[in-house]
């Protein structure tokens, strides 16, 4: 008994000296962040110098080129470029639009391509619109009620939910299948109310697919603001017989050539067992790509610049993976998912920032029930840094096909709530992030990734779902 109660107090002293030792290095983090912050400097740079980095842009390729001196510049053991091929869409000449209520009498409206879209014919498309909340109203309403008119998708983010991805993902499927659902019954064209809970004059872009339909047979689509999308529709229900006009030059090109940018410290126990920390490198065009996905990309840079600022030595490799043309392809977190798989590499965490520079708090984690226990063990040494939520669900869409039984995913969550107003749009500009926010992010995924590297997770890892 004597021997039971000696061994307890041995662990838990054991624990203690642990836990001291953890909210020590995760203090020196965080300090070491907000004193002395590197990755608000470097998204000045990709925003203001270069802008938004479409795949297969200039503007992409010098991203590529800074990043990789900037990860040179930090020391690391090893930083290369992984070739990537990406697809190459032009907007081309500024989108226009008005509706007509009768003959000379219109009304501007600002729109956007969304992504992947094709032209209108020349000198712009004029129909009758019809509105619908859904792509499921389509089949009712019918090829005779559709056919020759433009197809007007205005189902709004749902405001009660309080996470606003929830609200996103309720209704994204009338940008991404609108045009090649509305195009089966004859539709002439497609606009769509901005992916936006607020109420302002800035036109959403985004990804779009025409599945297997025909080139000849695709048809344009773009997004409308939120304000203007109100208008039209309460127009609308005052005179069914509006016309809308839009015009836009866009254009798909064949596949270039580009790079997932990275970088690792190679681990000084477990070389092979790999970590990962990432955001996508790519960006829409409208803006600078600050909050998406610029600040994700800084953040990930500088959980490496705080280990070595730190002094902290990883024993599992740890690499950052910039990923490019997560926005219109996937095309980088797929390739990088192959090489790794074909090198037979052994990824153990991976952990991806993709929801804006904002105030963390917390993380979603893709993983067995006993290593979430474990992970949430952890949570005490987040509280002191308001970061609360650790909960079970998505990670990223760039680390996504890492996933298999050896991996833990994972992703930053910031505070949500102001994430759409600028999400793909003309006002996702560098003004728009805190350095303060910013670097705490910065911070709290580097945390993370040092309790990941210190513990380690159960092996073999079942996933669940």
């Known amino acids: 008994m004597r021997k039971l109660v000696v061994v307890a107090l041995l662990f838990s002293v054991v624990n203690v000296i642990a836990q001291q030792e953890d909210e020590k290095q995760i203090k020196k983090i965080y300090d070491t962040s907000l004193t002395a912050p590197q990755a608000y400097e470097w998204l000045n740079y990709l925003s203001n110098q ?13 991203a590529v080129e800074y990043t990789k001196r900037q990860l040179d510049s930090l020391g690391l053991d090893r930083v290369w470029l992984q070739p990537v091929m990406v697809p190459k869409w032009v907007r081309g000449t500024p989108e226009y639009a008005y509706f007509e209520t009768k003959p000379g009498h219109t009304t501007n409206v600002p729109i956007c391509a969304l992504g992947g879209s094709v032209a209108t014919k020349e000198g712009g498309l004029k129909a009758n619109i019809i509105e619908v909340q859904g792509i499921e109203e389509l089949e009712k309403l019918g090829r005779a009620k559709i056919e020759g008119k433009i197809v007007f998708y205005n189902r709004p983010m749902n405001p009660t939910l309080i996470s606003t991805f929830s ?4 209704c994204v499927d009338q940008r991404y299948s609108g045009a090649a659902e509305a195009g089966k019954y004859g539709a002439a064209g497609v606009i769509v109310r901005s992916m936006n809970l607020r109420l302002d004059d800035y036109p959403h872009t ?17 997004a409308i603001s939120t304000n203007s999308a109100e208008l039209l529709s309460t127009t609308l229900k005052l005179n069914p017989n509006v016309k809308f006009y839009f015009n836009q030059n866009c254009k798909q090109y064949d596949d270039v ?26 960006s829409w065009d409208l803006g600078d790509g600050s909050h998406d996905d610029g600040a994700g990309c800084v953040q990930s840079m500088d959980v490496l610049r705080l280990f070595k600022a730190t002094g902290y030595q990883p024993k599992r490799t740890l690499r950052v993976v910039l990923f490019m043309n997560e926005e219109n392809g996937l095309r980088g977190g797929n390739k990088y998912a192959e090489v790794a798989k074909n090198k037979k590499e052994t990824h153990v965490f991976a952990l991806e920032s993709d929801a804006g520079g904002f105030s963390p ?12 226990e474990k992970i949430s063990s952890w949570k005490p040494l987040f509280e002191p840094y308001l970061i609360h939520m650790f909960v079970r669900g998505g990670s990223g869409a760039d ?3 890492l996933k298999d039984e050896n991996i833990v995913l994972s992703g930053l969550r910031p505070d949500s709530q102001r994430y759409f107003d600028h999400h793909h749009a003309e006002n996702d500009t560098f003004e728009h992030v805190n350095q303060r926010e910013l670097q705490l992010g910065a911070a709290t995924m580097a945390s993370l ?14 996933i669940k779902g």
């Open 50 to 62: 270069i802008g938004g980095r479409l795949s297969g842009s200039v503007q992409a390729q010098e």
């Open 399 to 401: 680390v996504g096909p």
């Open 206 to 222: 985004g990804s779009m697919s025409y599945g297997d339909t025909p080139v000849e047979n695709r048809i344009p689509a773009a």
């Open 449 to 462: 990734v040092y309790l990941v590297d210190k513990y380690g997770f159960d092996q073999p890892i079942k």
């Open 361 to 372: 708090r917390g993380f979603s984690f893709d993983c067995s029930d006993t290593n979430f």
């Open 257 to 282: 050539k580009s790079y997932n940018v990275i970088g690792e410290i190679t681990g000084n126990e477990f070389p092979n067992e790999i970590m990962v920390v990432g955001g996508h490198l790519d």
């Open 167 to 170: 609200s996103y993902g309720g």
